[in-house]
Structure formats: structure tokens, C-alpha cells
């Protein structure tokens, strides 16, 4: 017979290949064999076909809904949990049915003797392919009941977790690492400039100051400066006591220095100057004591080879180079220069030095002007010698002098005393660095008669060969004025105007300035440039006063024709005798010569003013009336000739004015001109003594300046004799 549709066996090649071995073994027939075959074939799983077909027809609502639970099993040691559903085993699988013979290692008791046929007997085994009943296991019961476990969680649902936050965690540091590389990359790298970049100031060389022929004054020498690195001072009170014998700087001004500190942009500060134009052999003292943190680099210091030579005019610098005082001060911003700056990278720690192939950004330093004066080294020299050799024998006394060229208007010389050295001037005196020629407010007394008797001459008042008739006094509203040289016999008697100027005559000068008038004499006094500065180029220079026509007293009338109640300085007094030396016309007195570039180049100084006071003839007429000074017997400028040469010039007594009022003392004066008939030069000395001792100071002094000065440069004698003057023409 034919399998059913529904047969599992239908298909099952096993069932065919038992059904030819039987047929071919001459074994039972087909419908015998069936249930043997169907036994004997089994799936991969160890099922038979039967079973597959079983399970496949079983509805899915009678498997068991715990998915897990065969895991549940292996857990539990292979056992079913108590109350747990069971499966309905198939038709070939129940009781009642014979087992199949092939299945081994099933854990189920073989069939009894009995149960095959007969009591004693050895049972033997069933046929290959025979259907034998399988014996149902029994149920177990007496267990208690275990509750069931919890589901387990999806690990397909951990697994995509897990990987969606590996995906977030390297697309945040991604983002991160974009941020800082690309976009913020300028700012951190701009954060770590600060510990490896610093910055160091190149100082500019000072420009030079050269006397007129191009000797140095004062310049820049090759020097060191010494700086620390705050942070890497390690002992900042013990750096500063090793710095302070060195440097010559107290320990309290250093300490200030070497802590650490910020810059202005709020970096770290890796440089503080500690000192500046420290001697080379300093500098190198201060590198062996190898304290940390302190360390030297080229610099300049001021060099002034005169030490006090011209002190008064140069004045001095600071350690940081700034001009303090006189020239140096005066045009500090034409000789300091532009500084340069030195921006590098270092390394840290004791690799603490530039980087080979580092950042390196540089501003060249631009050297400053140089200046060359008018001043005569030489010259300066002799005038300074012979004023301090003059005053020493003075305590408590200041002198100026000065020499100047009357055609060109330059100062040649220009001493004072007490002065100082300008190379090291920390121990002077503010009155010692005072520049005398400048800031001295005198009254000229009798120098400034030549001022009175110029003026009338050019105004036509008087002529050269004209007599005043003097008496032995004057009054004018409460004041009577006297003369030293009073006229023979006591009374009034005429007197030529060399014999006024000879013998410095209070009465017949103050005559002389009633025929001229005061607005004329104050007019003259003005074109003489008495009264205003020069403008000569030394700081400082005061200006001096005069009284104007309108504020004259009754007493003025006496006392400013003859140099009372004017203020003037020894430089206004020389330029004004320079005037008349320069056949009239006042040029002013300067001491800048040249401006000399960094590269070479010079400037000429701009061209000193200039202007007629008086007229060539009556300049000649009143130098001539001048020498009677020197030449007159019992005149008051008789120490002041100078063999072989015509001088001109006059005698002065004033008083010094300080702080708005007279000082003790008296200033003596002589200002003066030769050769006479063809003036070169002019010298004027001022000297204030306390005692009045001043007119032994000041013409013999102008009488060794100014003979130095014609020698000095080769001027030859006068050819011709000074003319004789009367005093008291009949």
C-alpha cells in the first residue's frame, strides 16, 4: 500500500533504503518493516522523522512560552522546573508504544523479561527498524515550586547602546581636538609666548658733543649695564647685599628690582635693569659672583675727559643716559636717539637661552645727533685755570668769564667757579654746577656806562671831543651821587668823556643821560640786548630786567644811567661789548656750531641774529674813549693792560641779585676788547666776593685771559699806540 499524503514517510529516504534492504534480505513485508524505519530515521537534532512531523504539527499555543527556558534547564542541571508545562510527546514517543530500537543513552529502563514473553528468559534485542513501545516517564510530583526568574535583557539592545555612546564620546573628543588645533590654536599657542619670548631694550648710542675743532667733550664709551630675571632670583635679599658693593647701589633700591613682578601686558617680567654704563671690568666682577638671575649685556656710559673742562655748559647725564643738566639736558632729545628692542625665544629652566632657529624679531637702535660747539678746548681750559686760581684766595665768592668772537658772535670760552666733574658729579653741590655766565642776575654798574655815553654819541648829544663840566656831586630827588675821582680843588670843573670813563665818573655820566633822556636810554639799553636772554643755547638762562621809562623815581635819574637798578647777566654784558668791538652791530653769542648726523652729515646752527645799535664811526669814537681805562694814569683799569696790544674796556661795582634781593658782597666786573683800533675778541669777568674783594680778582684776570687769548691764536700786536688823553681840558 502506498503512503498516505500526511505520511512522513513518504518522502523520508530511509524508509525506502529499509524497504529494499528488507526486500532485498527477503525480510518481512513492507507493511511489518514500516514502523522500523520510521524508528531508525532521525534528524539531525536526534529526532526521528515521525517526531519532526509531530512537532511541526503541534499548534504553537501548546509549546512552551518561555523562550529561554531550555537555557533555564542547563542552569537548573538539566531538569525541568517543578509545574512546569510539558510537552505532549508524539504518537511514536508514548507509552504504550514500543521505543525505537536505535535510540541509545536515553536514561530508559529496557522492557522486562516479562514483558516479552516469558519469565527467566534473556530478552533480546529488537530487530533494527522494529517499532518498540516506549514507556512514558513519569511525572514528578512532591516538588515545591520554584518562582521564575526574570527575563533576560535583549543584548542586541546593550550592544547598540554601548555602541552609540562609543560614537558620541570620539565625536565630542573629535570636535574638541578641531577646536583647539584650528579654532583656538592662536590663543594657546599666544599663552605659551609668555614663558619662552622675551623682550630686551637695545639702548641707542648717545650722540658726542665736540669742542669747535672736533675734540671730545663728552661721549659714549663702550660699557655694560646689569640686569636680572626676576624669576630666576633665587635669594632676593641675598642677591641685592652681593649687587650693593659692586654696583654702588643700596640694597634697597636693588630688592625692588629682583622680585617678581608683572609687565603692563600682565606677562611675567623676565627683565629689570639694575644699572647702566657700568665700567667693563665692573661688569665682570659682578658675572663671577654667578648669582641667579643676574646677568650683563653691552652698553654705553658718558665719558667726559675734562672731567670739570666746560662742566657748567655740558652738564651730565643719569645712569639711563638722560641729559640732567646744561647741554645734556638742553638737547637730550637730539643726542639720545631712538632705542631699539630685541624680542627672542628661549628656552626655560637651564636651557634658559635663545633658541638656534627661534623666533627672533629686532628694531635696530638709531644713534643720536652729535653736536660740536664753539667752545675752544684749549681756551676753556686756560679761562677756567686762571678764574679758579683768581678766586681760590675768596671763600664763599663765584665767578663767571667769558670769551667771544665779535665778528661771528661765538663763545669761545665760558668758565665758571666753583664747578665741578661732570663725569662723576653724585658728591656736587647744586651751586657748583651752576653756569655763572647764564644764571648770575648782576647790576652792571660802571660797565654799563659805555651803554649811556654810546647812546648819546649816536643820538648826536655829545661828540667825541666834547667836555661835561663835573662837579663833586649830583643829587637827584633824595639821592646825591658822588664820584671816587673827585675834580681838582673840589668844584666843578669841565672833564672830556674819555676822563668820565677813565676815572668811571657817577656825575658826568649822570649828566650825560639828562641830555639823552630815559626813553632813549632805555631804547639803547634794549638794541645793547640788556634785559632778555640770548638765546645763547645753555638752560636756563635768565633774562634779566629793565625799568621802564614810566616806573623811574626821582632817584632813577641818578642811578640807572649808571648801571643801578637794571638786571643784567655777565653774557648780555659781553655781547653788548661785543656791539661796539663789531663796529656797532650786536650779533647774538651762541655755542652751537654744527648738528653732525649719525651718518656724518652736518647741519649748520641757524644763523645768529643780528642788528645795528650804533653807527661804525661812533663805535671807533667810543672804543677810543674806552682805552683811557687803561691807559689814563689813576684810572680804574690800569691792571688790565696788556703789553704790546690797545684794550679797551671798563670797570664795574654792582650787586648780585638773588631770590629778589641783594646779596652780601659786591660784584666786580671788567669787560673789555683788542686790539682796540681792530677789536678780535672780547672778555668780560665777573667776580662776587662776600667782601667786596672782587676788583682784585676781575682785571687781572681778564688781562691773563685775554693775553692768552691773542697768543692762543697768533694775533699780531698792535701797530700803533693808544692816544694821549686829558682828562681835564683847559
Known sequence: MPP????????DPSSRRGSARGQGRGGPADGQLGGISDARAYTPRGRTVRETAELRRTPPATRSPEKFRPALQVLDGGRAAAGAPTRTPPAGDRADQPAPAGRRGTGRPAASAAARGGAGRVPSRPARGADVARPARPRRTGRPKRPAPPPLADPRRRLRLGTFVALVLFVTIGIRLIAIQVLQSPAYADGGLKDRISTVALPAPRGAIYDRSGIALASSVEARYIFADPELVKDVHLTAKALEPLLGIPAADLEPRLVRQKTESGQDSRFQYLARGVPVETAEKVLARELPG???????????????????????VNRDMNGLEGLEARYDD???????????????GDLNAPIPGGFVKETKPQPGSSLELTIDRDLQFKAQS???????ATSGSAGAALVLDVRTGEVLAQASDPTYNAA?????????????????????????????????????KVRPDDSILVGPTITKADTTFSDTHPPPGGVAVPMSLPGIMAYSS???????????????????????????ATGEGVPGE?????????????????????????????????????????????????LIKDTIAPDGTRTPAPA??????????????????????????????????????????????????????????????????????NPRYVVAVFAYTPGGEGGDVSAPAFKDIMEFTLSHYRVPPTGTKPPNFVVYPR
Open 542 to 590: 635768565a633774562p634779566g630786567q629793565l625799568l621802564p621809562p614810566d616806573d623811574w623815581s626821582g632817584s632813577a635819574y641818578g642811578s640807572v644811567p649808571i648801571g643801578m637798578s637794571v638786571s643784567a647777566t655777565p653774557l648780555q654784558i659781553a655781547a653788548a661789548y661785543a656791539a661796539i668791538a663789531n663796529n656797532g652791530t650786536w650779533v647774538q653769542p651762541h
Open 608 to 677: 645768529p641774529k643780528s642788528h645795528p645799535v650804533l653807527s661804525p664811526g661812533n663805535a671807533a669814537a667810543l672804543r677810543t674813549i674806552l682805552e683811557a681805562v687803561t691807559t689814563v694814569d689813576h684810572a680804574t683799569g690800569l691792571r688790565a693792560a696788556i703789553p704790546g696790544y690797545r684794550v679797551a674796556g671798563k670797570t664795574g661795582t654792582g650787586g648780585l641779585v638773588r631770590d629778589g634781593s641783594y646779596a652780601p658782597g659786591e660784584v666786580a666786573s671788567f669787560v673789555g676788547m683788542a686790539p682796540a683800533d
Open 424 to 460: 662723576d658729579p653724585k658728591d656736587s653741590q647744586p651751586a657748583d654746577r651752576t653756569d655763572n655766565a647764564t644764571s648770575f642776575v648782576v647790576d652792571p654798574g660802571s660797565v654799563h656806562k659805555a651803554i649811556t655815553m654810546g647812546a648819546a654819541l649816536q643820538e648826536g
Open 4 to 11: 498516505r499524503p500526511d505520511d512522513p514517510r513518504r518522502d
Open 334 to 348: 637730539l643726542l639720545r636717539g631712538v632705542p631699539g628692542e630685541r624680542t627672542y625665544e628661549h628656552g626655560g
Open 506 to 532: 657817577n656825575v658826568g655820566t649822570i649828566k650825560i643821560a639828562d641830555r639823552l633822556g630815559k626813553e632813549k636810554l632805555y631804547e639803547y639799553q634794549k638794541k645793547f640786548g640788556l634785559g632778555q
Open 294 to 316: 643676574i646677568y650683563a649685556d653691552r652698553d654705553e656710559r658718558r665719558d667726559v675727559p675734562g672731567g670739570d673742562l666746560a662742566a657748567n655748559l655740558l652738564g651730565f
Open 386 to 392: 686762571i678764574l679758579h686760581d683768581r678766586m681760590k
